[in-house]
């Protein structure tokens, strides 16, 4: 008989602890997130031009980063995994949907993922209008996935890289992170 394995503690930085996701399967990296890291991580992405950061939680590139919806909400997001964290708050795994309407966008050989939080049940379907249930829209997570049309974005690219190659969509275009 196998010994029970130990928890994989998944991409967790070196020298971070971890936390358990809701569902208490997967670990999520514990990093603080202040608005000045905020701050430092939107000044290197716009104000020097560095090429887009790794997700810490899933290790991709091209799909994470600082964002802003204004008036207040600040907070950065990976598209790929869902690792999501607000300003001050803790690290989460938001959930994919794809709400399959005839205005929903597609870019890079998938459908848009609409990342929601772990509580959301429903939202308006920012291409349609009509309220999308989220058990019905769910997904898996491009992450999770090997014949997400996302696995095959390039790689460890320059931002320059990034922001031609999303610009063939009209929807992501004008964008260094998905
Ligand atoms: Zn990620
Ligand atoms: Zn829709």
């Known amino acids: 008989m196998q010994p029970a394995q ?16 809701a569902g208490g399967t997967h670990f999520l990296p514990q990093l603080p997130f202040s608005r000045a890291d905020w701050e430092a991580a939107c000044y290197a992405a716009f104000g020097e031009g560095r090429d887009p950061a790794t997700c ?15 008036p207040e909400r600040r907070y950065r997001q990976c598209r790929f ?7 001050d708050g803790p690290p989460q795994r938001y959930r994919p949907t ?4 005839a205005d929903w966008p597609s870019c890079a050989r998938a459908p848009y993922v609409w990342w929601v939080a772990p509580k959301v049940a429903t939202y308006r379907c920012p ?3 009509e309220r999308v249930i989220v058990s019905k829209a769910l997904e898996k997570r491009p992450a999770d996935d090997p014949g997400h049309g996302w696995q095959h974005v390039p790689q460890r690219k320059s931002r320059f890289y990034y922001a031609e190659f999303w610009s063939k969509w009209e929807y992501s275009k004008g964008r260094v992170e998905l």
């Open 6 to 21: 130990a928890p994989d503690p998944g991409t967790a930085l070196p020298g971070t602890s971890t936390i358990v996701a």
């Open 56 to 70: 810490p939680d899933c290790g991709r590139t091209g799909f994470y980063g600082p964002r802003i919806e204004e």
């Open 81 to 87: 995994c869902g690792f999501t964290q607000e300003v």
């Open 98 to 101: 794809v709400h399959r309407c």
């Open 127 to 129: 291409f349609c209008s």
